[in-house]
């Protein structure tokens, strides 16, 4: 989820802070220990440390967290290193996320007035180049340059880099004072700041020579500095507690055969409407203000709703992680669809084949669709990367949305596809094994892996009130 979000809704800062003058020389630490923690549990541990290098300092992350997911427990290993140049821009830097069969490794470097970067799967190397025009930072060197600027107070602006997203956007820092806190026992006077990047916000208390002692961030995650021997101990986490559940949204009701729901209304509270997708052909809004919008599972239920098309062929063209045009993407598909010349009957075709040949299996990973076709195993992000790669593969225009479905009593985070088909957007669901999906996927935002983390910032903060609800058997409303 904390994957990924590009657009910053924040107004454009006062003040540029890498222009600000240096008041003293941060000298490199030693290596810092954290605690990570999710809702008050501990999920695993951080290192972090920060060195001189010929080019100006080394900075280096590493992070293991354990996740219980579905009463599996999910290991993820995160690895991250950096130069960085005496003003803290970045010149190189790697990242490398594993868990389980998934394995994805960054590699990126600022050359010629570019940032360009190596993504690599198993499957072919991606390559991404971004034009910059200033220096670029890394929201984990933040405390090292407010330290060597004395922690000036007001509200900055800097050019950053975000190695789970891919992408460069402006990044937020406002310094807010001192405040004293107690960390693990121990009593800190600390400098407390905030951050914004990539729409989610961070707070740190950070001591004057740039240690963060204590790290917040969106959701209920949280890292506090400790000892060496604390961070590795991490205790057996209680079989009760499951990330997916702790991180799902409650309804005010419970809803009976919710796969079969063909219509709901809906009141959605603690979203700002601005950066979210409310409206297409299988759903609108209704109000602002409250906030109330209506899902059909009926085909082109309210193809009267603008939603800004203008030409198809951005969604039949190959981007990050979708790679249509991968020869065993378009082998598979074509297998698939085989001498089928309705689009309809191939869409339905390549979300039956996703169905009955991925398994529903828990995954943390940037999905790439030629990975999922190799592992043929993860949830629902790993089903729609590989149904849109290979839907657009067959012809057919295909996009992904994001938001929630109703599952168990809650409403859990989820993907899935939509395809256009006889004039208008269709909402499917190769996760679920359904043609059409049902009404009860309320769909926030749509775009890859690039768009995910734009959902953490309503994460705790999401309400659903069913207002209307009908299914093929049933209407009720509690109006």
């Not at 290098?53 to 354990?66: A, E, H, I, M, T």
């Not at 930072?137 to 975000?162: H, Q």
């Not at 849109?388 to 593969?393: F, G, H, I, K, V």
């Not at 669901?429 to 309503?458: C, F, K, N």
């Amino acid at each position: 989820m904390a994957l990924v979000y590009t657009h910053n809704y924040s107004d454009k800062p006062t003040a540029d802070l890498a222009s600000i003058n240096q008041v003293s020389d941060i000298e490199p630490g030693t290596k810092r220990w954290y605690d990570v923690q999710l809702n008050g549990n501990k999920i695993g541990y951080a290192m972090m440390s920060y060195n001189k290098s010929p080019l100006g300092y080394v900075f280096k992350d590493y992070s293991l967290l354990r996740m219980p997911m579905a009463g599996v427990m999910r290991e993820v290993l995160l690895d991250f290193y950096a130069v960085v140049d005496k003003e803290y821009s970045v010149k190189s830097f790697t990242f490398g996320l594993a868990s389980g069969d998934y394995t994805t490794d960054i590699f990126g470097g600022v050359q010629g007035g570019f940032l360009e970067m190596d993504v690599r799967t198993e499957g072919e190397p991606t390559h991404i180049a971004i034009p910059l025009v200033d220096g670029v930072y890394l929201p984990g060197m933040v405390p090292l340059l407010l330290a060597s600027r004395g922690f000036p107070a007001g509200e900055f602006g800097l050019t950053s880099l975000d190695p789970f997203n891919l992408a460069v956007g402006e990044m937020v820092v406002r310094v807010i004072g001192k405040e004293s806190i107690k960390v693990d026992g121990d009593k800190y006077e600390t400098n407390k700041i905030e951050i914004e990047n990539s729409g989610m916000s961070t707070t740190m208390f950070v001591l004057d020579d740039g240690t963060v002692v204590k790290e917040i961030e969106t959701a209920g995650m949280e890292m506090h500095l400790t000892s060496r021997e604390k961070a590795l101990d991490i205790p057996e986490i209680n079989p009760d507690w499951d990330i997916l559940k702790s991180l799902a949204v409650g309804v005010d009701r419970e809803l009976d055969n919710p796969r079969e729901a063909a219509y709901m209304k809906v009141e959605l509270q603690g979203i700002e409407k601005a950066g979210f997708n409310l409206e297409d052909d299988f759903q609108n809004k209704l109000s602002d203000k409250p906030l109330v919008i209506e899902m059909s599972s009926d085909e082109c239920a309210f193809n009267d709703n603008d939603t800004g098309i203008v030409n198809l062929d951005r969604y039949l063209k190959p981007e990050n992680f979708i790679q249509s045009d991968d020869l065993n993407i378009i082998r598979q598909a074509l297998l698939i669809i085989k001498d089928m010349e309705d689009d309809r009957i191939k869409a339905r075709a390549i979300a039956d084949w996703v169905y009955s040949n991925i398994e529903k299996d828990y995954a943390i990973s940037l999905p790439s669709a030629t990975d999922v076709l190799r592992v043929r195993r993860g949830d629902c992000n790993e089903h729609s990367a590989l149904y849109t790669a290979l839907a657009r593969a067959a012809g057919i225009p295909t996009k992904i949305c994001l938001g929630v479905v109703y599952s168990q009593d809650m409403f859990y985070y989820h993907a899935w596809p939509a395809v256009y088909l006889d004039g208008c957007w269709i909402a499917i669901d190769p996760t679920l094994g359904q043609e059409v999906a049902d009404a009860t996927h309320i769909m926030l935002l749509q775009g890859g892996y690039d768009a995910q983390a734009s959902l953490m910032r309503i994460v705790g903060k999401l309400q659903v009130k069913v207002l209307e609800y009908k299914t093929s058997t049933r209407v009720a409303s509690t109006q």
